[in-house]
């Protein structure tokens, strides 16, 4: 980093490791930077900020804050890793799983999802407690290059974001309220929409389960070898670490 | 190890497609060593139908789709110590369980049965009948995964579970050394 | 139940168009609103009132009016419940299904409904003439059971008076005609004092007591801003919309941003359950407020105001619309009040659309801002950038009322009053198991017991302070004090006596906090359908003592990881009962047998099967051969 740079920033702590930010940053940027992993699920590099599903949750001064959002502070020591938050973090990806329809055995994203990766990292592996809310929800394939299975959505609004603000569209959208707010398209279907399969929406690295999915290139790397199987989710992060 | 008792092992597949059983053959010669701690009582794999004995470990693969697999749940809570649900159907109810969220009509289990015997695309039955023999068990209105029917202790994920974190799992649950998984070893595919 | 599982047909919400609305028309509604996206709420509100419904094609023409995307007008239009993306009939019956409301005969009052109307809660007669609906408090606690028709209230509701007002709605009488023969000829006052009763038990000194006429305003006319400010500091006050916020400071915040704009928000959204002071003041002290917004405006350097009116108190627009246009006739509204020159301020109502939330500050910005009442990111918070990203001040209309006094008496005089940290008076609403409910203006301080003894709610076994979100008490705690330190309330007071059940009230609450959740974050939209569940097992006597430390697991996660104050303090009915009323759960909890679950009921999950197959369970049927 240069050094002129350098003056302007201010340090803080996660878990004890000093981490250099600038003013205007978030926790999780300065810790990405810095090679320090914050678990995510709604944040995604290129995107604004949301705080919505509040997998990042870590505590700074004695208080939970989403680190997507969080302006870093002087001095500040945050803890990330600590039994408790990692124990909150696994309840709030279980709440997901638990939200929508999700069975893995047969799920094209499985192995790169970040939802299951999420949970493998978390050790999400004991009895669940919590009940499953089996929603009905719908299957989209009305498009000619792409479908949309609404089960597997977790509502992070990483694909509105993008078609918002990088692709310049509007092709997606939050309706309704509460357990019954959900991702909608701008019109009666996907076919309805002007959402084209070279979106940045709908890429592979947006949707960060397997709700959007690009017709006729499913299962081309084999299961086993995704991306998830190669390490970690969070791994290439930590590697950042000198 | 030798000196142990042999702990007592019952295995049962539910609403499963006995992946999970297979898998547990993915051990491989490792089922030598295994073998050593373990003797296997009621269980597919030994085609024994009954309990001879209370066991230490019941092993279940599949979750409950029909009042069978309700009633042998409750068979193995009860003369096992330690129940483990092996593999995403147990856990989660699995593809079975498919019909959990599609179905939300006013009469979901008839709409399964004549989608699944008589309307459906690719159905071909000539009797153009549900199957409804009396020794056939009832269907539950869902399927269930085996927590919400009795207490499960562990659970080993995986559509089917590896070799590896089915022999790694119970090679620690029985010297008493579980601590959790490998992380690399937990896969729900 | 509210979990998400009904049946969506595609991703766009199912469709209603009732024979299309010339897009004319709708562009007419939008031209009303200068087709400022930042009005949707309005526009959206006068096409509900007008057609009903607002249709996928309407939303098209809305969108196209105001420079939206369809989706971004569904998202608005999918979030109010007084919204409706499907047909409602002309006449929409909203009846209050509070726990007070039910324990006050709320259901023999509905099935009158039901069967005048012919119709079921829920369902809009084929004729399109009614839809009978439940709705969470509408703030008439003291007098419920409560409805609203369209935009009038009826209250104190009973087997005879909905029985008239439902034939007399089907013989094709207007709501107002409800009210009065003569509604026409009645003053805005008149109308809103025959629909709900103030019932002011005990007027204090600072705001329901003898009040002269914009004396405050007057005195702060002639002060520095920045001594206005220093006034409201030294006297004490803190919010009255339940955080208790020093108000001085947030004004000191708003004032010292840099901008060219600043806002002056008044908040009586008032939707906590059991709450309804703002609604007396609203009614009674109407200039007060105005006077006190328009104390802020100068204070911290604004020009614009808004009064955010929650949809179910629609009774009262007319009202303050009064009000304010009689004000800018004063010239105390508009440019150079009292002829100084830059002391401009004006002030525009905004009436909500049936959501708790947007009480909430950040989500009552986003409702005014057009959006859904989501709340926003913070920081930055309002003060900083708030409504359109301009230093925004929020309060509570008890907050404003309360500054307007306290620049007329001094902030000595306010400050003697109450306790240390908690100075001034306060407007309690006490409802429930009393002989006196309603509105008691009281200096912080006083105990529980007391407040109970001036309401003759002496028989209390339970009290719900601050409503769901706040504390259930019981008697042993009945001394404690009514303070920002001990029990802090924006007001509310629900008394319960002995024969209520602890666990249906609960649940009640949780089923509040599901149906107002915003759903922007996953615990408290996800965890808050949990807890309910939850509380379910517990009322059927199907819970585990360890499902008790899943309680307390859980909302120790929705409270610590939730994004506002709405999933912070979802969790408390919850907590608080299992602290204050441990035996109400551990009676009804029971160890598994065999470590076999209760909650799994194989007769139920066999029913269907039996019926379909004819015959019966060899296996749990002991009976199968007959
Ligand atoms: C879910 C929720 C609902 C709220 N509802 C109200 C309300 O109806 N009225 C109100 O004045 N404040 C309400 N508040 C508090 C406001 O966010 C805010 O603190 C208040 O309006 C500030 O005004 P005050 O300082 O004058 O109290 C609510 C807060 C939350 C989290
Ligand atoms: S989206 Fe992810 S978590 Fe969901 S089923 Fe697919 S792989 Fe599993
Ligand atoms: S479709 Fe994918 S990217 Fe969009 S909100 Fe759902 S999970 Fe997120
Ligand atoms: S988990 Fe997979 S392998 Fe095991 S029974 Fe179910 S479908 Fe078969
Ligand atoms: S806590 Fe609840 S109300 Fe608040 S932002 Fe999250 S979902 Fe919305
Ligand atoms: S990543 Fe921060 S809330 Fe989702
Ligand atoms: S109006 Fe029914 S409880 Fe408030």
Redesign the pocket.
Known sequence: MSGTKKETGFTFTIDGVEITAYAGETIMEAADEAGVYIPRLCDHEGLRHQGSCRVCTVKAGGRSVAACTQPAAPGQAVENESPHLTKMRRDLVEMLFHEGNHLCPICEASGNCELQAMAYRLDMTETTRFPYLEPCRALDASHPDIALDTNRCISCGRCIRASEDVDGKGVFGYVGRGIHRRVAVNGENLADTDAQVTDHAISSEVCPVGCIIRKRVGFVTPIGEREFDKGLIGHEIEARRK | MSDLPKARIATASLAGCFGCHMAILDIDERLIDLMQLVDVDRSPLTDKKRFTTRCDIGIIEGGCCNEENVHVLHDFRRNCDVLIALGQCAIMGGLPAMRNAIMHSDAPLRECLEEAYITGKYIRNTTHNVPNDPALPLLLDEVYPCSEVVEIDYQIPGCAPGGDIIFDTLSKLLTGKFRGFEREMIKFD | MDNGQECTSGLSSTACDVGAVPAEEIAAICQTFGNDKHRMLDILRAVQDRYHCISPSTMDSVAAETGLTRIQVEGVASFYSFLSLTPKGRVTIRLCDDIVDRYAGLAEVVAVFEEVLGIRMGETSADRAFSLEYTPCIGMCDQAPAAMINDVVLTRLTVDTARAAAEALKAGRTPDHLISERYAELTPHERATRMVDNNIRHAGEVLLGPVPEDAGLDKAAAMMPSLIIAAIEESGL????????T?GH?WRFAAAERAEKRFILC??????PG?FK?RVLLTERPHLLIEGMTIAARAVGANEGILYL?GEYVYLRELLEQVLEDRRRRGLLGKGIHGIRNFDFDVRLQLGAGA??C???GA?ISSCEGLPGEPKTRPPFPVNRGYLGHPTV????E?FCHAARILDRGATWFHAMGTEGSHGTKLFSICGDCLNPGIYELPYGHTVREILEMAGGQDAAAVQVGGP?GTMIARDSFHRKLTFDDLAT?GAIIVFNGERNILEIVEYYMSFFVHESCGYCTPCRVGNVFLQKAIGKFRKGLANPEDIDYLKELSGTIIETSR???GM?SPNPILSTLQNFPLVYSAVTKPNKDRIRDTFDIQSAIDGARKIAKRRSYIFDRDFTQ
């Open positions: 803190r919010g009255c919309g339940g955080a208790g916020f108000t947030k908040n009586a959204d008032e939707g906590e709450t703002d929650r708790y939330i009480g909430e500050e009552l929020v309060n509570n209309v907050t979100s924006g506002c104050g709405l303090t």
